[in-house]
């Protein structure tokens, strides 16, 4: 079965610095990976995902994550963060036909400092 | 369209009653799941759907129950509320499998005393 590690639970970045949240992931085949964020009161939205390809990928927002076989990572990366990215992330695996079956990580709460 | 719409957004129940949480969405989508929110695990799966009349089991299924008898519909009803179901379920829906690309409704924050 695969998982999903979201080792930072905090992080406080100011405003205009760079950002790096880290994701690893645990499945034995090409996984399927994806950034949701999520802020207060709401539901989550898709920020980018990686199906095959070009290993990095950019989403909205100005966010882009590079996915690295070799240490089975996906981490996710935004050059200048602004006040409104605070939120929370999530880090996310699913696998072929199982778009609906998707495999969360715990998430990683941004803060960001003005 | 609406997206993916739940009701109701709050709900307190005493433990051994039994309530149904509504999901419909608007955008045709075939598969649809419901995850549940709690500190310091994520999302965990309960139940998803790959199309109407066709249900399975996620993660943490036990004191749930799914039906999908229609596409736009998905609600997931608690048979006998317990205090370790509270928390905030999500339900979302996505167009196919190769897509990836959930959509959530805002959630339903749900309470068992």
């Known amino acids: 079965a695969q998982s999903v590690t979201q080792p930072d639970i905090h992080i406080t970045v100011s405003e205009g610095a760079s950002l790096e949240l880290r994701c690893n992931y645990s499945?034995?085949?090409?996984?399927?990976l994806f950034w949701y964020v999520q802020s207060p009161g709401q539901g989550l939205q898709l920020l980018l995902k990686?199906?095959?390809?070009?290993?990095l990928v950019q989403g909205i927002k100005g966010f882009e994550a590079e996915f690295k076989r070799s240490q089975s990572s996906f981490n996710l990366r935004k050059p200048s963060v602004h006040w409104s990215d605070a939120a929370e992330y999530f880090c996310?695996?699913?696998?072929?036909?199982?778009?609906?079956?998707?495999?969360f990580g715990t998430g990683t709460r941004l803060q960001v400092t003005l | 369209n609406a997206g993916v719409t739940q009701t109701p957004k709050f709900q307190v129940l005493k433990t051994g009653q039994s309530m149904t949480l509504q999901c419909a969405q608007d955008?045709?989508?075939?598969?649809m799941s419901w995850y549940r929110q709690d500190p310091g695990m994520g999302l965990r799966l309960i139940h998803y759907?790959?199309?109407?009349?066709?249900?399975d089991q996620g993660e943490v299924p036990n004191g749930y129950n799914v039906s999908r008898s229609t596409t736009e519909d998905f609600p997931l009803r608690l048979l006998s509320a317990a205090p370790s179901q509270t928390s905030v379920y999500f339900c979302?829906?996505?167009?196919?499998?190769?897509?990836?690309?959930?959509?959530f409704g805002e959630g339903s924050r749900l309470t068992v005393l």
């Open positions: 996310a695996v699913g696998t072929t036909g199982t778009a609906s079956k998707l495999t």
């Open positions: 499945y034995g085949a090409t996984p399927y």
């Open positions: 990686y199906f095959s390809g070009d290993t």
């Open positions: 955008m045709n989508h075939e598969y």
């Open positions: 759907s790959v199309g109407a009349g066709i249900t």
């Open positions: 979302a829906s996505v167009q196919r499998w190769n897509t990836g690309e959930l959509f």
